[in-house]
């Protein structure tokens, strides 16, 4: 993902162990028309219960950066896919390594008609003051929209420079918390940061890269 500027990602979110997936499913998502690059991850925390989830587990990511000409494959059994489109651009900073971990968080608006004052919140308060905290390993957040406006929602993908990112991503928050009581310019109380009354979280977790197929 990093140094680049993809329009539109199709994730796919399986239980099948990533060798397995990079053998049998990869291959033939990343031969469709629009898909430039291919990349399987797998779950740092499989199952885990300390975030809320609305999602079955998981324990691989098939990332995949397309052109707007990519039309998402026929649904698979066992597998979730999502075809998202990026919206607002993403904030932080590009570091000088490759992207070796992800924070993957999908969201939807408890109301569809409170969708605006979600993705408003999220990208003005939430994502702002993290990237203005500069977490350590944290480089680029990009927000995606879900292109058929089912659920989950929204996208917010976390670029990490680091191999190992459920250490930094635990430390976020304490980061990000840190710098507002600080006083640093342009943050947020804690609370009004922390949550939103739109917000249902569907899914949370940090992935490890295993590959990239060019």
């Not at 003005?124 to 927000?143: G, L, N, Q, S, W």
Request: aromatic letters at 10%.
């Amino acid at each position: 993902m990093e140094d680049r500027v993809t329009p539109v990602l199709y994730l796919e979110l399986t239980a099948e162990a990533p060798a397995a997936y990079r053998a049998s499913r990869l291959p033939e998502v990343a031969a469709l028309p629009g898909v430039e690059r291919a990349s399987w991850w797998s779950d740092c925390v499989p199952g885990r219960r300390d975030l809320p989830r609305r999602l079955d587990d998981v324990a691989t990511l098939g990332l995949y950066e397309c052109t707007a000409e990519f039309r998402p494959p026929p649904p698979a059994d066992g597998v979730l896919g999502l075809h998202l489109r990026s919206g607002r651009p993403g904030q932080g900073t590009l570091g000088r390594g490759p992207t070796l971990g992800l924070e993957v968080v999908l969201i939807s608006p408890r109301d569809p008609a409170r969708a605006q004052a979600l993705r408003d919140w999220a990208d003005f308060v939430y994502i702002h003051d993290i990237a203005a905290a500069a977490p350590e390993h944290f480089t680029m957040i990009t927000p995606y929209e879900n292109v058929t406006g089912g659920e989950p929602r929204y996208l917010h993908l976390y670029e990490l420079d680091t191999d190992d990112p459920e250490p930094a991503f635990q430390a976020m928050t304490p980061t990000t918390k840190a710098r507002r009581e600080a006083g640093g310019w342009g943050s947020h109380p804690f609370d009004e940061w922390a949550w939103h009354g739109d917000l249902v979280i569907d899914f949370v977790s940090t992935f490890r890269r295993e590959g990239i197929a060019p």
